[in-house]
């Protein structure tokens, strides 16, 4: 074990549970269930186990569902109260136990904050606050009975699976902790006023549940240190919530986070977040307690050694991360065997995590094309290459270098051509955006990979034809990218704007590259969605420019609302002095003036004057000549990534990595 880490990889018993070590798996939203029946898909098990075998203490399942009225749409989640998903969750704790670990499960209804638009039911809540969707009904005494029931037989159902402990989920703005809160809560009943009735419903789910388990199971709650909303739960209630809890001696732990579902863009924090916002809440809580243990995931955890700073500390008995597993699975294998510097590090872009499950979608991670791909993909799946080849590869962005990475791997002579001075490729610009130096790190991890391997690396080299037919390989892989159209091209106008060729319209490259300074008066297109526009508009605007931005679209930066980075982007370009003119687009670009029209209603025009540089983030054209000219000079010759079509990271390293395995 690497000499670092005191606390790390202790034991800990949680209530009847032994658990080799202090690190754990939070539950987080996967998506790997069938939609139409809320049953494991077959992507689960092996989800799970991938992390159990690389030697995780103590895995938390995903929520599942007790009772037929809870909805999450447009998420489908876990049905328990459905006994066809019996033996399906046997094979994963089956799986998970194999290796040694520990697996929770965790009890929601969804109350307050369901929806109503597939199963017919009414949302319910202890009172009817509206979510963004629905009025919930306020429920009866006859409901919440039956919803205490229904935790304690979901309980049952649980220890029938083989789990090792329950976790009740009192967070996130669901039942639980609707009750416990005064912003949700307010009953004028024996469950709503003062904190003893808002914590009746607990409390009675809690005996009812520990009547069905005994002490067989570890117990605990999920409970919300810090709401976050006007006149919610404040550390304070919640610390006298866990100190009474303690004295109940009912539970065998807490697992304490912040923030309800009205501000996830805090609670599962992007890039923009500072690191560890969790422990704000969970920290003091664990001062107040005496011998209960608690769990937290501190939030935008990266690195072992941060994991061990929080034990050593006495903020946690136990440390979990959900998103740095999902991108590494042997994040603790390598810390343990003194390799952290090969851990594959999340960079919180939350695009294939959270940005997949909020369009209903399943789970993946844009730097770890293995994840929810275990059976075929997962550690140990990669094997050598039966005929050994000489591999080109062109390009050193993601795509290329995944490539080159995966083809080494599998024992081909690969040998990378840039034509830059360094390797990283387009993330080496999207790194220069305010906020997101982080994404640096996709390619870092891969660079630093390379460097270990025995690829052959040059850069500043351009390919040409005549050093394709010179070096002969056996196999070409072309990975050139994408830039930036120059011409405006988009999908509200798909012609070259008027105007485009005039020396202070400008690419994002042109600026982030410093091949151009723009002018004291800016006007930045939207037209991709996402984080380049605004940031460039930011980064413009901390250098004292005037910036104005367009977009389209009802706001700027449509794809970052799934990715819970749009309300940390609105708040940074209103800090910035950043105008925004959403719903518009360019008509004509004439010198210093602008014409802008209204995309709902085309006759209404907008000029803009004074503007000494427009930047078009519109869309980005694919950089591949060379395939055509290597025809007939290559056998076997591959285009990857956006030299394919433009499309983001993750699609890239899956091409990358898909082109390595099958060479």
Known sequence: MAEPYRY???????????????????????????????????????????????????????????????????????????????????????????????????LWHTGQASSCFDTGHPAIAPSPVPNASTIPKEMTGAEIEEMIQAFADGAAVAEEAGYDGIV?????GYLIENFLSPFFNKRGDEYGGSLDNR?????????????????RLALGLRLVGEELLPGGLGVEETTTIAQRLEAAGQLDFLDVDVGSYHNYHIGIGPMYVAPHYNLLAAAPIKAALEKLPLLCTPGRLATPQEAERVLADGQADMVGVARALIADPEWLLKAQQGRAEDIRACTYTNQYCLGRLFRGRPIGCIQNPATGREREWGVGTLTRATTKKRVMVVGGGPSGLEAARVAALRGHTVALYEKADELGGQVNLAAKLPGRDEIAEVTGWLSRQIAKSDVE??????????????????????????????????????????????????????????????????????????????GLAELLARQGK??????????????????????????????????????????????????????????????????????????????????????????????????????????????????????
């Open 199 to 215: 914590m009746r419903f607990l409390v009675q789910v809690i005996e009812r549940v520990r009547g069905v388990i005994g002490k």
């Open 546 to 663: 005037k910036v104005t931005l367009v977009t389209s679209q009802p706001s700027i930066g449509r794809d970052l609302l799934v990715t819970m980075a749009l309300p940390h982007v609105l708040a940074r370009l209103a800090e910035s002095g950043v105008e925004i003119i959403p719903g518009h687009y360019v008509k004509t670009i004439a010198g210093a003036s602008v014409e802008l029209f209204n995309v709902c209603a085309p006759q209404l025009e907008t000029r803009l004057a004074g503007i000494e540089t427009v930047v078009l983030v519109a869309t980005r054209e694919t950089r591949d000549g060379l395939s055509a000219q290597a025809k007939g000079k290559v056998e076997e010759v591959h285009v990857i990534g956006d030299c394919v079509t433009p499309r983001d990271i993750g699609a890239a390293i899956f091409e990358g990595h898909r082109l390595g395995r099958s060479l």
């Open 168 to 172: 009740l989920h009192g967070t996130h």
């Open 457 to 534: 690396i040059h850069l500043g080299c351009e390919v040409t034809p005549e050093l394709v037919e010179k070096t002969a390989p056996d196999v070409l892989v072309i990975a050139t990218g994408a830039e930036f159209s120059r011409s405006g091209f988009s999908g509200v106008v798909p012609e070259a704007l008027p105007g485009w060729n005039q020396p202070h319209v400008l690419t994002p490259e042109q600026v982030l590259r410093a091949e151009k300074r723009p002018g004291q008066t800016v006007l930045v297109v939207d037209e991709e969605y996402n984080q380049v526009a605004p």
């Open 8 to 106: 790390l990889f202790n034991p800990i018993d949680i209530g009847p549970v032994h658990v080799k070590n202090r690190f754990y798996l939070s539950s987080h939203y996967t998506v790997y269930v069938d939609r139409d029946t809320g049953l494991p898909n077959d992507q689960m098990a092996p989800y799970y186990e991938e992390r159990a075998k690389s030697g995780v203490g103590l895995l938390c399942q995903s929520v599942a569902d007790i009772h037929p009225t809870v909805e999450y749409a447009p998420v489908p989640t876990m049905r328990l109260y459905d006994r066809r998903a019996l033996p399906l969750l046997k094979d994963i704790t089956t799986r998970v136990h194999r290796h040694g670990a520990k697996m929770f499960i965790q």
